[in-house]
């Protein structure tokens, strides 16, 4: 099955969920290891993001930014003011 290009200059009203998935999930394989957040912390992050009142479909209200990808980056830290990862 051929591959669907990602568009990286659509809106998201134009792409469906599992191409945003996709994208995401493309951009977190993009980090390279040493930037990467290992499992477990991502996990806990990504768990404090589920009981906050922030998330929104998998992104923060805090940034905009897709939640998954951001606890991906090792030095990323929660958007909060009060840091809710730290
Ligand atoms: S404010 Fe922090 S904990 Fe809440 S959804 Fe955003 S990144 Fe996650």
């Known amino acids: 099955m051929e591959q669907k290009k990602i568009c990286y200059r659509c809106l998201l009203e134009d792409m469906d969920e599992n191409e945003i998935k996709n994208k995401v999930q493309e ?5 390279p290891e040493d930037e990467k957040t290992d499992e477990e912390e991502y996990r806990r992050r990504l768990d404090i ?16 930014c897709y939640v998954e990808l951001r606890a991906a980056g090792r030095k990323r830290t929660c958007p909060d003011t009060e840091n809710r990862w730290g």
Do not use: A, M
């Not at 993001?49 to 905009?64: A, F």
């Open 27 to 31: 951009l977190i394989y993009g980090i």
């Open 49 to 64: 993001c589920k009981s906050c009142d922030s998330l929104i479909s998998g992104t923060c209200k805090k940034c905009g």
